[in-house]
């Protein structure tokens, strides 16, 4: 874990997409005491996709639970949409509901990290570090964009053999070609 402080988050610009307006005030008063200064704040999905396209943004910060569209299609919204601005924007979705399968489809939709409620600075300041000592690439296949969903290396399956090599040798049989990840 690293120790809050560690970072000056005085110059980076902040998205807070809730349409809750406590949560909104408790989001917003843990980022102050994170050191943010730049803080816009949108109250409905609509109005955080419209905040959205300023070029001048560094992490966008929403709810999962919002009417008319919820968090994991604003996220989609903002990776694949037409007219997003930035779809490599790192993007922080929090949410009460934490089930396996939630965290999952977050992941899915985009998400650089998921969040449970209730928060704390802690927390939030972990998840922010997260973005920044640890940024995964960004994939593009057909169904698929976003940061690399694999956070871990796991290694094979129990019981399947290691496929890869580590130190092939010269006279090893030429590698496959790889395969285009744009191409799914």
Partial sequence: ????GLYDLAGINVLLVND?????RIIRTILVS????????AEDTSSGLK???NADLD????SWLMDVIEGPEFVQLIRRGENSVNPYIPIIMMSAFTERFRVM???DAGVNEFLAKPVSPTSLYQRIVSIIEKPRPFIRIASFFGPCRRRQTLGPPH??????????TPTAAPAEKPRDV???
């Fill in 105 to 107: 489809q977050a992941r």
């Fill in 1 to 4: 874990m690293s120790t809050p």
């Fill in 20 to 24: 809750n307006i406590h949560m909104r």
């Fill in 34 to 41: 994170l050191g943010v200064k730049n803080i816009t704040e």
């Fill in 159 to 168: 019981g399947i053999a290691e496929r890869r090599q580590t130190n092939p």
């Fill in 59 to 62: 992490l966008i910060i929403c």
């Fill in 51 to 53: 905040e959205a396209r």
């Fill in 182 to 184: 744009a191409q799914g």
